[in-house]
């Protein structure tokens, strides 16, 4: 375990890719009794993978229970990993001790949902935003650090005079914002964004949305961006994965996964979320999925969506789709898709 | 008797602080709904929307809450000045809500049954076996299946998308004529809340309920509303039939609200609209003055010393506001 790997990705190691991740898998096990002998695990995230280029911003999008947190958490190696490669910066990323974790964190940082949990009440916004430099023991003067927390304010678009205050002094809005800033003070080279727009208002998530998407210009960022509303995930991603039950089913550029929506959750996801156009409205066809989502502890056998899918055959319910590239990167894990192209994976 | 069931008129709710002058949380509000239709009050968090739908019903606590003035029309009479026996008839008969958050508004240790017998013998002179044959129906009404053995179920063994459907279930058990839904699939997942907000459009289609949808999704307001009423700052700046509002926005508010939100039909190279600053804090909000003015570019020194008043700018659709025909011309909002 203690091994450092430095695996590169190919003979040429491809630059231009920030991150790949093959086949990751976390599982949780459920266990019983005072031996906490194992009686079986939650596939939280069940065999995903996908890579992503530098600058670029790949969208997660699923559903509660559908993995798209805690495969958030496997990147920023929050979790031991079940199996899988991450291969970040060239760098083999699944196995770092605690040790390295440290120095991996200046280079990934994550921003989460809840403005007003991640903010510790009882420290000013200017420790808040340095605090990571203190962990990372890149010590500096109090003076220093008070003079980056300021730049680091007024780059999101807060008060730098505001930096002695406390967070709840703080709107939703400005919280989310002060978070952003303590994860740019690392100066880090990607952002795993975690529904942070979720918690707050419509006019409150664009300024956020049109600020990420600025940062993610003027500093050379590279984003995942997790969220549950699809309108909002694709207006800020390149490509955008769709997440249900543990694994991608779909992987494809923005604005192709609109048009050419091929999965049968991906069009039931599209067409549940209403578009505000009364006149559009009235003409859209709507597609309701019957029942919930099943429990990740036993996933149906074959297609994991198969008991809610309209399309739904004997194959489906015996044999997992394989997740095949049908042309121009986009990937769909999907019987109805196969033959198509060839597979690339399983 | 008139086409409208419930008739709100400049109705204030105010809060009383222990220090400094009461918070207008609902400050002169008008509105009214008609048998059977469906229409959505929008605003953001603070906006005053739920305390509206609260005091429908009777249910802001006092103190510190306060009806400050103002009529809500029932069937032609006031709710404001009826006794809390005859509000007792109402509330939950002719006139129910449900919630945003239905695992809080279960009680986990009654079976959903007992709980949907408790709301039917309360409202009506129905025997114990007769409330639940009739708890029975109502589950089969919204779609639960195996209503004869959930119905002896904890809430806890219902998913979200079920526990909301059973709080409809219980909030349609006498035949309302109002329905009030304050933000009923905010805590659900997307294609979970098609299902629910497509049950209760089914059921208004049936039994004739009027609806009223609490939300902050233009998306859901667009798809489901016939009329709506955009609130800001504990009032209504905008009303009118959903299409008229979405595609002639009269308010700076409404216009930039609509510009946004990211839409799936278009393409994502589209900039969003931002409208810069923040939502007002209710305590700090003069009243002679239009609550949205710090944040609208279209504002003049009129906005800031004088109240707007609702004028009419179309059949049935109403605006607050000075600049609206600038707003409605403003080229960048096309």
Known sequence: MMQKEYVPTSQLPDLDTIMEVRDLKMHFPITKGLLKRPVGSVKAVDGASFSIKRGKTLGIVGESGSGKSTLGNCLMRNYDITSGDIIFEQKNIKNIPKAGLRRLHRNIQMITQDPFSSLDPRMRIYDIVTEGLIIQKMEKTRAERYELAERMLSMVGINPGFAKRFPHEFSGGQRQRISIARALAMQPSFMICDEVVSALDVSIQAQIVTLLKRLRGELNLTYIFIGHDLSVVRHISDHVAVMYLGKIVELTSSQELYEHPLHPYTQALISAAPIPDPELEETRHRIVLQGDVPSPIHPPKGCHFCTRCQYTDLKCREEEPPFIDVGGGHFVACHLQQGKENAVNG | ?334
Do not use: W
Not at chain 2, 173 to 201: G, H
């Open chain 2, 1 to 334: 008797m008139t086409n409208n069931v419930l008739e709100v008129r400049d109705l204030k709710v105010h809060f009383l602080q222990e220090e400094g002058p009461p918070v207008r949380a609902v400050d002169g509000m008008s509105y009214s709904v008609k048998r059977g239709e469906c229409t959505a009050i929008i605003g953001e968090s603070g906006s005053g929307k739920t305390v509206s739908a609260l005091s429908i019903l009777r249910l802001i606590p006092f103190p510190p809450g306060l009806i400050a003035g103002g009529e809500i029309l029932f069937d032609g009479k006031d709710i404001l000045k009826a006794s809390d026996e005859e509000i007792r008839k109402i509330r939950g008969a002719r006139i129910s809500m449900i919630f945003q958050e239905p695992s809080a508004a279960l009680n986990p240790v009654m079976t959903v049954g007992k709980q949907l017998e408790e709301a039917i013998l309360l409202h009506t002179d129905q025997t114990r076996q007769q409330a639940h044959e009739h708890a029975i129906e109502l589950l089969k009404m919204v779609d639960i299946p195996n209503a004869e053995e959930r119905i002896n179920q904890y809430p806890f063994q219902f998913s979200g998308g079920m526990q909301q459907r059973v709080m409809i279930a219980m909030a349609m058990c006498c035949e309302p004529e109002v329905l009030i839904a304050d933000e009923p699939t905010t805590a659900l997942d997307v294609t979970v809340q098609a299902q629910v907000l497509e049950q209760l459009n089914h059921l208004r289609k049936q039994t004739g309920v009027a609806l009223i949808i609490i939300t902050h999704n233009l998306g859901v307001v667009a798809h489901y509303a016939e009329s709506v009423k955009i609130m800001y700052g504990g009032k209504i700046v905008e009303q009118g039939s959903t299409k008229d509002v979405f595609k002639n926005p009269h308010h700076p508010y409404t216009a930039g609200l609509i510009k946004a939100v990211p839409r799936l039909d278009r393409p994502i190279s589209e900039e969003l609209y931002t409208i810069e600053g923040e939502p007002p804090d209710m305590r700090f909000v003069p009243e002679n003055s239009c609550a949205f003015a710090p944040r609208c570019q279209y504002a003049t020194e009129q906005c800031r010393t004088m109240r707007p008043v609702s004028q009419q700018v179309g059949a049935e659709h109403f605006v607050s506001c000075f600049p609206r025909d600038q707003v409605a011309q403003g080229g960048e909002f096309q």
